[in-house]
């Protein structure tokens, strides 16, 4: 199922697969981008946050650990939409897929999500209300980041947001290496694994010194229970 | 039969209604969240559309469905949708949000009727949700250029409010319910999206094939949305939506039952087990 406009904008002709592998990828909002702030919630809801900041355990291997173990669940999901295309909204990758630059496009996602969750989490000590922020962020970047669209259609300064997301351009090499079977050489497969390093370089240090940062600062406030 | 004592009713509904609106009001994360949440996801649901061809290609599609404004009736199925949610949260995960604060002995101890603790949670939810339906209106003349095609005001009212109580009646009977399960976090989650496919927020229920259509016909945000397009949208009086109001009027009686139901067994549960508190 396609329209010619999807086609000439997209280059690929099935829109039920285009939009298979955009929500595959829904699962890793919730699990990394959202992971980490998730865990601070939960910990303040069920009283163990003051205990768990004052181990002396390093808070990015525990924010870590907590998310790989909401990824192993979210990759469980993953493959299970993918099935679920191939069952029912006929999905088929390309007759040549290719997987190495899928799985490169994915990863590279799932390391820059990571480090925008550090940011997040941070900003959820002060903000509480995890719950709300996430159901206001996760339709933002569902729009933005052309899950269920391409975001050639949005607006000038719309399309400016989406790539500064990264999920933006996971998906589009994970869509262009499935569903066109492109190799690394590809121009906007380099664009995209270029923008998706860099994201990386600068969100790891940010996501890690904002969430010091702002760590130290609820430690002061004593805020760090309330919720 | 005990007749209710009214004032005690009422005070306890003055109190938890109060209070939600204090909590509300505390974060102001919240109160942005609320404000904000509307324009991504009608952007999203309108935007999908945009994938297949100009506004105008689209409008003249779903005119075989009887759509007679595209923006309309997207703006109009996510309202009612957000207010689903909203009630969802509010009313049916807010016994578990006791339990999680470590207040659900507390108030189950209390001589308070639940039901009116529920239906005061319910309240608020819709007043803290209120301004997305100016919000959304106001949006959505300046950017679509939708213009309501309204011929009865008060058909516009009743079916506002029968679905507003229809609304609430799901969160009195998935509060219990999720208490029981001790699985709110997932469940609400987990029926957001299944909802919004087949309620058609983002497009007639009529586009479905015939045994989804059934499942769509079994929830009260289908019907709903069907009254509110049908008043707005295309100058439908009270005898067009007539069907539409009594399924939902026996959908919200039969979900207060239940929700009625469902608090009993939590009572009883809590006496007998004691383990109110776990989750």
Redesign the interface.
């Known amino acids: 199922m396609a ?1 010619d ?2 086609t000439t ?1 997209t280059g690929m002709q099935d ?1 039920l697969a285009y939009a298979t592998i955009g929500f595959a990828f829904n699962s890793f909002i919730f699990s990394v981008a959202f992971g980490g702030s998730n865990a601070i919630r939960g910990e303040q ?3 163990t946050a003051e205990l768990v900041f004052l181990t002396p355990a390093n808070k990015f291997a525990w924010i870590l650990g907590k998310t790989v173990g909401n990824l192993c669940f979210s990759l469980i999901t993953f493959f299970t939409i993918l099935f679920l295309g191939i069952i029912f909204f006929g999905f088929r990758p390309t007759t040549a897929p290719n997987f190495p630059l899928t799985f490169l496009g994915i990863l590279l996602t799932l390391i820059a999500l990571t480090a925008f969750s550090f940011v997040y989490a941070g900003v959820c000590f002060f ?3 995890e ?3 996430s ?2 962020l996760w ?2 970047m ?2 933005f980041s052309g899950l ?3 975001v050639e ?2 607006p000038q300064w719309a399309q400016l947001i989406s790539w500064l997301i990264p999920l933006t351009h996971g998906l589009n090499i994970t869509r262009r290496a499935l569903l066109l079977g492109v190799c690394f050489s590809d121009p906007s497969v380099i664009l995209g694994l270029e923008i998706l390093v860099l994201q990386t370089i600068i969100l790891m240090p940010t996501g890690f010194l904002l969430f010091s940062k702002l760590e130290k600062s609820v430690r002061k406030s004593g805020a760090l229970a309330t919720y | 039969l005990k007749m209710p004592d009214i004032t005690a009713e009422w005070r306890t509904f003055r109190a938890v209604f109060l209070r939600n609106l204090k909590i509300y009001t505390a ?4 109160i942005i ?2 404000i ?2 509307p324009i ?2 009608l ?2 649901n309108i ?2 559309y ?5 506004p105008e ?1 689209i409008a003249q599609r779903l005119q075989s469905y009887g759509i007679s404004s595209f923006a309309g009736m997207i703006i109009i199925g996510t309202i009612i949708y957000l207010f689903y949610n909203r009630l969802l ?1 509010g009313t049916g995960v807010s016994i578990q949000s006791e339990r ?3 207040t659900i002995e507390v108030l189950f101890l209390t001589p308070a009727n639940k039901m009116t603790v529920l239906i005061a949670c319910g309240i608020s939810s819709v007043v803290e949700a209120s301004w997305w339906i100016v919000s959304i209106f106001l949006l959505s003349s300046l950017i679509f250029g939708v213009t309501p095609n309204i011929s009865s005001w008060l058909a516009v009212f009743v079916c506002l409010i029968s679905t507003i109580a229809a609304l609430v009646s799901i969160g009195v009977f998935f509060a219990g319910f999720f208490v029981l399960t001790r699985a709110a976090d997932n469940l609400a989650s987990g029926l957001q999206a299944p909802i919004r496919f087949f309620s058609g927020v983002a497009f007639p229920v009529t586009a479905l094939p015939q045994m989804l259509q059934y499942i769509s016909y079994l929830i009260p945000v289908t019907y709903g949305i069907s009254t509110m397009r049908k008043t707005i949208l295309a100058s439908g009086n009270l005898s067009a939506v007539w069907f539409e109001l009594l399924c939902l009027y026996i959908m919200t009686t039969i979900f207060l039952i239940a929700g009625q139901f469902c608090l009993k067994i939590v009572e009883r549960q809590a006496k007998k087990k004691g383990t109110l508190y776990q989750y």
């Open positions: 329209s406009f999807f904008i829109y809801q069920e009283g903000a509480k209300r719950e709300e922020l159901q206001v339709p933002m569902v729009f269920a669209f391409p259609i949005l | 974060y102001k994360a919240w969240a609320t904000i949440w991504p996801l952007a999203l935007y999908t945009y994938a297949f061809g100009t290609d949260w999680w604060m470590g």
